[in-house]
């Protein structure tokens, strides 16, 4: 501080500095007596020191109140120039904040209406495609599960981060989430031949009904995906933790620990061009809120397990 | 036979609900003036109304609390706005059950059955589908051929329901299965011709022989 000071007030000294040789160079030249040069040079080093003094104590005293954000009154043109920019930029960015959240609101309101809106063709779809018995039938009802299922990512997306009063935490039946999502991918099951061996947990768990379905469904999908032999196990492992397992192609080592990342897709989302990598991180960022924490392991060729842990670390029940 | 009132602008899914409710031996009857839902509500007196909320004019609530005024009847709200906020007006506004869009028919059924099952007796005059002289009660799953009744095996009810639903038409092994799926029982092939096969002793069992024929490569079918 004091040195940013001296070097602010670097012109005044070497002006001083100057004066003082100017005056030197003159009683020395014309031989003058020490006392008339030491007395004025005395008074005027103490009215220099006092002034300088003053002069670092407002600056300090300034620069305390900068630092706390507030503005001292101006002295002088420039500082009054300053202060008048500063204004002016403190306006426009209010201005731009404030244009920002309104274009970010009216987005969310747009997409919601509009995941909506896209409900409604898609039911009307479902019913129709349902009553139709016949590969084509069943493979555009696949495709419109996948529909379906990309809609209800946008929607939680949205609501990820809006208040929690969308949250509902309540003793829930587990087996009452988990029968609904395999039923929703039964077609998927029957068609690839794979297996389900699900042994009802008979648990109650803290959660949301909504969203933890989401995250269970989500998962499912995923193993569904990822599996064209054998099947999946869905199961309660330990006290409060669901095992969701499948015997797909796995994930390897080096991207493990990166699958619940937003936009990762890994080696198996690149070979399917498909994969956004965002379901996993929807998953992983609803049960952080949830209190639940989700996690995996794998082995490539042999299949991966996905964890839920359902027991809430440090949330009070509402 | 039961009768459903339905509430909802969107026409395909209306018909939908119509066709799905027919094929479980109910009938079904869409509105047709959106300024006039009660006036038509009285005049069909449903058992019970599938109400949408986003309606022309006045919304399914306004209809729901309209509707509460005068009857006790059942009502499902079918809406596309699934936050919890709208679930719980819903049911505050008298609605008797929730149903998000997009749904499979076998919800759409299975609510509508239970909530009929709740309100009437429905085992007495549920729906009941027929083919060659068998009678099968969807109400409590019994199988009625020249007056003898059986019980039948959840499977097996739920093969035979299918393949009655479907009369005259082949239908896949694949739906078979995923009707098997709806009710949680999660079968594979090996399991499902195991289950034709019982089923087909049990029908035997009254007198129902070559009941169901085998269409090879594809899947069965109930002729008539």
């Known amino acids: 501080m004091f040195k940013d000071y001296l070097r602010s007030r670097i012109n005044v000294i070497i002006l001083v500095a100057i004066l003082v040789g100017i005056f030197a160079s003159s009683y020395f030249l014309f031989d003058m007596p020490a006392v008339t040069v030491l007395y004025p040079l005395v008074l005027s080093t103490v009215a220099l020191l006092t002034a300088g003094i003053i002069d670092f104590l407002l600056v300090l005293n300034k620069h305390k109140k900068l630092v706390r954000k507030e503005f001292p009154d101006p002295s002088g043109t420039i500082e009054k120039d300053y202060l008048a920019i500063i204004e002016q930029l403190k306006e426009e960015e209010r201005f731009s904040k404030q244009k920002a959240s ?23 779809m479902r019913l129709k495609i349902q009553s139709e018995d016949s590969d084509l039938a069943r493979r555009l009802n696949a495709d419109l599960n996948r529909i379906e299922a990309y809609v209800e990512m946008v929607l939680t997306f949205l609501r990820l981060d809006s208040d929690s009063t969308d949250y509902v935490i309540r003793e829930i039946d587990l087996d009452a989430i988990i029968r609904p999502a395999i039923r929703k991918f039964a077609s998927d099951f029957i068609a690839k031949k794979l297996t389900m061996d699900f042994e ?35 199961s309660m492992t330990a006290p409060g933790i669901l095992s ?34 965002i379901g996993l991180y929807l998953c992983k960022r609803v049960c952080d809120n949830l209190g639940h924490r989700i ?17 809430r670390k440090n949330i009070v029940i509402e | ?155 097996e009810y739920r093969i035979l329901l299918t393949l009655m639903q479907n009369k005259n038409k082949v239908v896949s092994r694949e739906k078979l299965m995923e009707a098997l799926w709806e009710t949680d029982c999660y079968v594979d092939e090996n399991t499902l011709t195991v289950n034709v096969g019982r089923l087909r002793k049990t029908l035997e069992s009254i007198g129902l022989k070559d009941f169901i024929k085998t269409k090879f490569g594809v899947g069965y079918i109930l002729e008539e």
């Open chain 1, 102 to 124: 309104s274009d970010y609101n009216n987005m969310v309101e747009y997409y919601t209406v509009w995941a909506h809106q896209i409900k409604t063709p898609i039911a009307s």
């Open chain 2, 1 to 155: 036979m039961y009768k459903v009132f339905i509430v909802e602008d969107d026409r395909g899914i209306a018909e939908g609900i119509t066709s799905c409710l027919a094929n479980w031996g109910m009938e079904g009857r869409v509105v047709s003036d959106f300024m006039k839902v009660m006036d038509e509500v009285q005049e069909y007196e449903p058992h019970l109304i599938i109400l949408d909320i986003t309606l022309p004019y006045m919304g399914g609530y306004h209809w729901c609390q309209e509707i509460r005024k005068t009857s006790k009847v059942p009502i499902i709200f079918i809406s596309s706005a699934t936050d919890n906020m709208n679930i719980v007006m819903a049911i505050n506004m008298g609605a008797d059950d929730f149903i998000a869009k997009p749904f499979d028919q076998s919800v759409l059924i299975a609510k509508v059955t239970a909530l009929l099952r709740r309100t009437y007796d429905f085992s007495k005059d549920a729906g009941t589908l027929e083919a060659k002289g068998a009678v099968l009660n969807t109400g409590n799953n019994k199988l009625s051929y020249n007056g003898t009744e059986i019980d039948l095996a959840r499977n």
């Open chain 1, 295 to 311: 996690s995996a392991e794998s082995e490539p060729g042999i299949g991966t397990d996905i964890r839920i842990d359902l027991n």
């Open chain 1, 200 to 234: 009802p947990t008979g648990a109650k768990v803290l959660s949301d009904e909504k969203w933890l379905s989401f995250v269970i469904e989500q998962v499912i999908s995923n193993a569904v995906k990822y599996t064209n032999n054998g099947g999946i196990v869905i």
């Open chain 1, 244 to 277: 969701v397992k499948d015997t797909g192609i796995g994930i390897s080592a080096e991207d493990l620990p990166r699958i619940f990342e937003n936009g990762y897709t890994g080696f198996n989302g690149r070979e399917d061009k498909r994969a956004s990598g």
